[in-house]
């Protein structure tokens, strides 16, 4: 059984902004829509209410992103994150891209009318330095530019000769990470691919936080060539950021999730058990005729495990 990242599900209220973000600055294109009846919506994530799905990819790479349009509205579709829940714990919150050349991937990014945030991150990993920045979009979304050693990219982005590389992670801050990083292992077959630890007063500010934050990571993935989940502790104690555990649920809008594909569903269903939801056969561009299932690891964040035709 082989199982991989494809990228995050995110919940939007309308796909036209995350999909002009997604194709003018992340080089993605858009690889098909499909409608799920209310009662496949149901099935996988427990909404009465239909849904549509836009699959984004990165042009070469089995790799990109799953735009999801509840029709519930309401309080429950609120963003997930705000100002106020923006670095709680136990929910994805940031998608990373790999920018070989920074300065001209922020500019591409401002060009493109999707400008940075004014603050920068730089600091000092054992590999050497690296450079982070930072878009606040629709629904609470944030994405990621990250730059640093070309020779440590090698093993972490496949995609390194375009302005951005295909999603490398999503960030996952957790209140304790091991049942998570536990479950990876046992549903998935992933392990920790990479880890780092660092302290840095740009990356404080960049997060919009007053407190010094000490970053510790442990990356969780099938390899450090394809992508990864970033799982991620910023060192604040429960008072200064609170816990979305649990909140993380269809049709709140913002980063839901995660997207991973697999060669054989039912053994993946199997080896989750009770975190398991029913299998459901969806018509999806580009994967075609597929079957899909809902699962929720202990992070209580929605897995949409999509079977390879």
């Known amino acids: 059984m082989s199982s991989s990242i494809y990228g995050p599900l995110i919940s939007v209220s309308d796909a036209e902004p995350h999909r002009a973000l997604l194709t003018e600055v992340f080089g993605m294109t858009a690889g098909g829509t499909g409608s799920l009846p209310p009662e496949d919506v149901s099935g996988l994530f427990g909404v009465a209410a239909g849904a549509e799905l836009t699959v984004m990819g990165t042009p070469g790479v089995d790799a990109g992103a799953v735009l999801c349009r509840f029709d519930a509205e309401g309080p429950a579709a609120a963003p997930l994150r705000d100002e106020r829940t923006r670095i709680h714990r136990d929910a994805f919150r940031v998608i990373d891209f790999y920018a070989p050349d920074f300065v001209a991937a922020v500019q591409h990014a401002r060009d493109a009318g999707f400008p940075m945030a004014t603050s920068e991150a730089s600091y000092e990993l054992a590999e050497g330095s690296f450079r982070e920045a930072h878009h606040g979009g629709a629904d609470g979304v ?168």
């Open 142 to 309: 944030v994405t990621a530019l990250l730059s640093g050693p070309a020779d440590f990219f090698t093993d972490f982005a496949q995609v390194r000769d375009r302005i951005v590389s295909e999603p490398v992670s999503i960030s996952l801050p957790l209140s304790d990470a091991a049942p998570t990083i536990d479950w990876y292992a046992d549903v998935f077959g992933w392990g920790v691919v990479y880890t780092y630890d660092f302290v840095d007063a740009s990356f404080s500010e960049l997060m919009q936080v007053d407190h010094e934050l000490r970053v510790r990571s442990s990356t969780v993935g099938p390899s450090r060539q394809q992508t990864y989940v970033n799982i991620v502790d910023y060192g604040l104690t429960a008072d200064l950021a609170g816990s979305l555990h649990g909140q993380a649920v269809a049709p709140r809008r913002g980063v839901l999730g995660l997207v991973v594909l697999t060669d054989d569903l039912d053994d993946v269903i199997s080896r989750a058990g009770t975190s398991a939801g029913p299998a459901v056969t969806i018509d999806l561009a580009p994967f075609g005729r597929c079957r899909t299932s809902v699962l929720v690891p202990p992070c209580a964040t929605p897995h949409l495990v999509i079977e390879r035709c």
